[in-house]
């Protein structure tokens, strides 16, 4: 019989992912990481969900720190990208080198064959292609097949998502029928170790200094105000610029050398070329001719029609067919196939 370690946070979703497991006859624990202390921001609370639901299923509990992987991979990216003037994604990183990384490692030393969690995706084995790939969940407003991109062919044929053919009610029922406590509890939205969402405060903590003021300027080169530091803003952005000004202005670029925040209007933030890097690709080993694909460069974000070039460096030019709003350098761009994730990279 295989046996899956499931990562469970004390939420519902990842609670319903034990219970179908569960169900499905494999032996099973449960696991809970913690990553950023566990004072505050209700992980203590946290910690006792997710062990009341494994009781429940009668499951080995165990609790791993990942602290000091989390602050290396995960804490240290998010803050170096603000100091250069990009805007990251730290639950994108966070899946590669923590769930399932760190997470997944300590599941094989432990005897496991697999681990599952509560994300809302499809993970398939193409008989074609011989290759694992990632499909979105049959609910699209809680797809997180966006956030998956990164992960390699070894960790896809490790990785079980239970939660890919229901819609957030269907795991509610599900948790009700099963009598967890949890089975109202709401969704966490923040990123985990900012929950007051601050984030230049938490980065300005974090480096023990304040960040230098600078100029906003046009397009060409003009001084308009002074602004309070880069890492307050990011690009589209319009609110807590502090200027008063007859039409509003809009973030467009952040130059880290110069210090500088370039303003414009809305209609400027348009654009229909970006360039990737770490380009990671699921369903296809790589790309080696243009491809036309549909394309996303933020998680909430519908796709849209675009063709992606492979370039000399092993980046990847991607070229939309619409141009597309406030393309920010540091997010994710993710390619699909239909609903299969063709791969993805960072916006450079």
């Known amino acids: ?32 990481m913690s990553l950023y202390g566990d004072e505050g921001s209700g992980k203590l609370e946290d910690i006792a969900d997710a062990k009341r639901v494994a009781d429940s299923l009668n499951m080995p509990f165990y609790v791993f720190d990942f602290s000091e992987d989390f602050k290396k991979y995960v804490i240290t990216d998010f ?25 997944l490692d300590k599941a094989i030393e432990l005897g496991f064959d697999y681990v599952a969690t509560g994300h809302y995706a499809k993970i398939e084995f193409d008989e074609a292609t011989a290759r694992y790939v990632v499909k979105k969940a049959d609910d699209e407003t809680k797809d997180q097949s966006y956030m ?45 170790f900012i929950p007051d969402g601050e984030y230049a405060a938490f980065i300005e903590r974090w480096c023990g200094k304040t960040f230098e003021k600078g100029e906003f300027v046009n397009k060409a080169g003009e001084f308009i105000a002074e602004h309070k530091g880069l890492i307050n803003y990011t690009i589209g952005q319009r ?4 200027i008063a000004a007859p039409a509003p202005y809009y973030v467009l670029q952040k130059d880290a050398k110069l210090n500088r925040v370039v303003l414009g209007s809305n ?27 549909k394309a996303k460069v933020r998680y909430k974000q519908k796709e849209t029609e675009a063709t992606i070039y492979p370039l000399e460096n092993g980046n990847v030019k ?15 761009v993710v390619f699909y196939d239909g609903d299969t994730v063709l791969g ?4 450079k």
């Open 1 to 32: 019989m295989a046996k899956v370690l499931i990562a469970m946070s004390g939420g519902v979703d990842s609670s319903v992912a034990a219970e179908i497991i569960k169900s499905q006859g494999y032996e099973t624990a449960g696991a809970i």
């Open 79 to 103: 803050v170096e990208a603000y100091k250069n003037a990009l805007t990251p994604n730290p639950c994108v990183v966070c899946n590669k080198f923590i769930k399932f990384g760190a997470f």
């Open 148 to 192: 998956l991109y990164s992960l390699s062919q070894e960790q896809l044929s490790k990785v079980l998502l239970p939660l890919g053919g229901l819609s957030k009610d269907d795991a509610r029922e599900v948790a009700r029928t099963a009598g967890f406590d949890n089975a109202d509890k709401h969704d966490s939205q923040d990123i985990c």
């Open 239 to 242: 609110k807590g610029l502090g």
């Open 267 to 293: 209609d400027d933030l348009f654009l229909d070329t970006l360039e990737a890097e770490n380009v990671n690709f699921i369903s296809v080993e790589s790309l080696t001719e243009p491809m036309k694909v």
């Open 318 to 332: 991607v070229v939309f067919d619409t141009p597309q709003r406030a393309i920010t350098p540091g997010q994710s």
């Open 344 to 347: 993805g990279g960072i916006i």
